[in-house]
């Protein structure tokens, strides 16, 4: 028996197991949405349900498009699978992994102490959102209570962080439907808050600044000046891009009716975020679900009637000023008093009593070294994030380590309703559903 070339094996047919192509006569339209050639065949899990749109076109009438993962336009890492028949998308398929990090893996074999900096990294466009789901799961697991301060704190600065995430979408997306200006100056405005966070954080991104039982140091002077600075340019910015943006025939009409869900749609696939609210499902956490001292703050749950990209657009610059609304509430409101809680067992001692006593040394080592203990239990906080629900799962051994740390990435699963947001429109749509989802990769692959 002759050994194959490389030639041959290159020429071999390869299977890809149980997600195998099938042929298209024995696949049923309406059982399974498909690709033709030899790609990854996946349901959608969405039936096809439009007349107008034949999806039995023969094999040489359709071709099989790719685009990304490297795409400016896929914000990140994202391949999409597109079927089209001339400019008519008949099928598409986002495949996602390319930015796998295997995060939640690490997060089980970092201390309690230590999951903050590997989580903060996920949703690196709003990494507070990270570290405050991850540290709510744990303070509830461990029985730990912030201080108010602290939570107020959290508060601002969640709130800074949403308006620095939708006005990098409003650049991206301006982008990607041809109003390149509206790059420069997203990107202009987010530097405004991108600043006052290296202020109070030492770092621009990533800041593992929520941890357990509080923040990792209290707001510098004068940080009430700064954020309602912040507050009067953005709002006054915000009516400058109204009338660039809001009024501009071309940008409605690459987004007004493009990508158009109904509720039960959204429903029944999980999205969360602008995506839901947008098809008139008036969910946020903050509201349903509040933590922190949401409660104690009046803000609006922004909604939609069309589910369309143009409904996105507008729930996304409104909530930008209803957090600008939050944030001169908590300015006004923040309390005096810690910034992290006094509990020994999880909060180290300050920095000069390390060189004046004993007792402090050893337990500022025991904490850095050993970590706290968590009682054996399991717990889940969802917070709201600029995409939808973000949510992180904690399970513990009794150990100083998580036994298992899960996420609800709202990327994630926003990302699925590309599908049947561009089943029967053009490729230009698809750029535009990918932009209204506002998914970020590191989110979706962790």
């Known amino acids: 028996m002759t050994t194959p070339s490389l030639v041959d094996l290159l020429k071999a047919k390869t299977s890809e197991g149980a997600q ?35 999806y039995e076109a023969p094999d ?43 995060m939640e893996k690490t997060g089980e074999e970092l201390m309690y102490q230590q999951g903050a900096t590997n989580v903060t990294r996920m949703d ?73 966070f290296e202020k109070v954080t030492g770092l621009r991104m990533n800041h593992n600044y929520i941890r357990p039982g509080g923040v990792a140091a209290d707001l510098p002077d004068g940080w009430r000046d700064d954020v309602l600075a912040i507050c009067d340019t953005v709002v006054k910015r915000m009516d400058e891009y109204d ?78 000023r209803e957090s600008v609304r939050i944030l001169r509430q908590v300015a006004k409101a923040m309390p005096a008093g810690d910034y992290r809680a006094q509990d020994k067992k999880f909060t180290p001692p300050p920095r000069n009593r390390i060189d004046e006593s004993m007792e402090a040394l050893i337990h500022h080592f025991k904490l850095f070294t050993e970590g706290f203990r968590v009682a054996p239990g399991d717990a889940y906080v969802p917070v709201e994030s600029p995409r939808g629900e973000l949510g992180c799962y904690v399970v513990s051994d009794g150990t100083s380590r998580p036994y298992r740390v899960h996420v609800r990435a709202p990327s994630f699963a926003n990302l699925q309703a590309l599908a049947p947001m561009v089943r029967g429109g053009f490729i230009p749509d698809v750029i535009a559903c990918i932009s209204s989802i506002d998914p970020v990769l590191g989110d979706v692959d962790r």
């Not at 349901?43 to 107008?52: A, I, S």
């Open 20 to 54: 195998e192509l099938l042929a298209r006569e024995r696949t049923g339209v309406k059982e399974l949405r498909a690709e033709v050639g030899g790609v990854l065949r996946l349901p959608e899990g969405v039936t096809l349900d439009r007349d107008d749109i034949n």
């Open 60 to 102: 040489d009438e359709t071709m099989i498009l790719n685009l990304g993962p490297s795409h400016p336009s896929t914000h990140g890492v994202l391949r999409v699978m597109v079927e089209i028949r001339g400019e008519q998308v008949l099928r598409t398929k986002p495949v996602i992994g390319y930015l796998h990090t295997g």
């Open 124 to 196: 690196y466009l709003s990494p507070f959102f990270n570290e405050l789901a991850y540290c709510l799961s744990v303070e509830k697991l461990a029985g730990v209570e912030a201080p108010p301060r602290a939570q107020w704190i959290r508060m601002l600065m969640c709130e800074l962080n949403r308006i620095s995430s939708h006005l990098l979408w409003l650049a991206t997306n301006g982008a990607d439907l041809g109003a390149l200006n509206m790059l420069v100056y997203g990107w202009r405005d987010r530097e405004l808050v991108l600043a006052f």
């Open 243 to 320: 009338n660039l943006l809001t009024g501009q025939p071309l940008l409605q009409n690459r987004m007004d009716g493009v990508g158009a869900l109904d509720s039960d749609t959204a429903v029944g696939l999980g999205l969360t975020g602008p995506l839901l609210r947008s098809t008139g499902v008036a969910y946020d956490v903050r509201r349903d679900f509040p933590y922190l001292f949401y409660e104690q703050v009046d803000f609006d749950v922004i909604v939609g009637t069309a589910g369309d990209c143009w409904d996105r657009f507008a729930i996304r610059a409104t909530e930008i």
